[in-house]
């Protein structure tokens, strides 16, 4: 299975030369230290900045400069602060191309919920509604099961909903996947894991068509 890191390292390869980027809280701020150099990204934080760098090397983090989850960031040369109702401004007029966000559960026919567990205390929903009402194009990075082992990938989302209809690509620990109307559609297995094994903890409608490529991270 992978970690995070080689959750993020994958979802890096989706990223394209010229696109504008918002890194969602948890795994995808990872993404930021895996993109390609000399690929011309830029990276927008919901927060205010646009042209964010990797995360800095220890002794040389600047408390001011924070991403939307509140980590340490560095910025690229070009870079430019602005308030957050100018933030949203971007993002509500469809001028972020890629979303990479984490999930709570993510139904076959591409909702997601990863704002609220009902019962538990939550800081609020963030950029995320926003984010999946506008954006391009949608990738998740998340874990294919629960602590208990349970399925993420579900037929239908059993929390409060973020966005209906909107998840285009998932990257879990296991596989990526489309999402497309007939149900999640397996691209990819993670090195060392069989197809029977997502089989097994994939709880929505699963495609799968020939065989299976592993990842490449590299």
């Known amino acids: 299975m992978l970690d995070k890191t080689g959750i993020a390292k994958r979802i890096a390869k989706e990223v394209k030369n010229g696109y504008y980027v918002n890194l969602g809280i948890g795994i995808p701020t990872l993404v930021a230290n895996y993109i390609p150099q000399g690929m011309d990204v830029v990276l927008q934080s919901e927060n205010g900045l646009l042209g964010m760098g990797p995360f800095p090397f220890d002794g040389e983090e600047d408390a001011d400069l924070i991403n939307a989850g509140k980590q340490t960031i560095t910025t690229l040369p070009g870079s430019a602060?602005?308030?957050?109702?100018?933030?949203?401004?971007?993002?509500?007029?469809?001028k972020v191309d890629l979303t990479i966000l984490g999930a709570m559960e993510v139904s076959d026919n591409g909702d997601i919920a990863n704002w609220k567990i009902p019962g538990k205390m939550v800081k609020g929903m963030g950029g995320a509604m926003d984010l999946v009402a506008s954006a391009k194009n949608i990738i998740v990075a998340m874990q294919h099961v629960n602590k208990a082992g349970e399925s993420k990938l579900l037929p239908?989302?059993?929390l409060p909903l973020t966005g209906v209809g909107c998840v285009k690509k998932i990257v879990t620990e296991l596989a990526v996947l489309d999402v497309t109307p007939q149900g999640f559609k397996l691209l990819e297995r993670a090195p060392g894991i069989s197809v029977e094994q997502i089989k097994n903890?994939?709880?929505?409608?699963?495609?799968?068509?020939?065989?299976?490529p592993e990842m490449q991270l590299d």
């Open 156 to 158: 239908k989302c059993s």
């Open 201 to 212: 903890a994939t709880l929505g409608r699963l495609i799968i068509e020939g065989d299976i």
């Open 81 to 94: 602060f602005f308030d957050s109702a100018m933030s949203f401004g971007m993002i509500r007029s469809c």
